[in-house]
């Protein structure tokens, strides 16, 4: 797991690679990653709208921004969190995601909060030793 606590907003990510519909013969590899978002501030926040960065093996990168997550824009009172499951394909084995979060709070302000990097790792990338 994988874990940035930004303005006492901690984001946890966990990666799972996904096997049964991952095509490796045809440059096709899925993963899902969990990811619960916690409110261990003392004001209520809201997230509005996400923002990630994917880097294939290639470095090649993807950038996706959006409103909320999974069709939604949570609102987190203090001590309360949220969680949801989403997926990302890559063209090569493995790979990288890093991003962030917009989220505005209900006294007014917005401000962004890291997601951390993690790491998409299948079965299937060669290992080379140094």
């Known amino acids: 797991m994988y874990t940035a606590v ?4 901690r984001v946890t990510v966990q990666p799972v690679f996904l096997e049964d519909q991952s095509a ?8 899902a990653y969990h ?16 923002h990630w960065r994917i880097t294939d093996a290639m470095g090649r990168v993807q950038e996706v921004r959006g409103p909320g997550v ?16 989403s997926g990302t394909p890559l063209g090569t084995p493995s790979g990288i995601m890093a991003g962030s979060y917009s ?4 006294q007014g302000g917005a401000f962004d ?3 951390p990097a993690f790491s ?9 030793l140094n």
């Open 103 to 106: 989220m505005e709070s209900v």
């Open 70 to 85: 999974v069709g939604e824009q949570p609102v987190l009172e203090p001590g309360g969190h949220f969680e949801y499951t």
């Open 6 to 9: 930004t303005r006492a907003i």
């Open 35 to 50: 990811v619960r978002i916690e409110n261990e501030g003392k004001e209520t926040v809201q997230l509005r709208s996400r």
């Open 113 to 115: 909060v890291a997601i």
């Open 120 to 128: 998409l790792d299948s079965p299937h990338q060669p290992m080379r």
């Open 24 to 31: 490796p013969a045809e440059g096709r590899y899925v993963w």
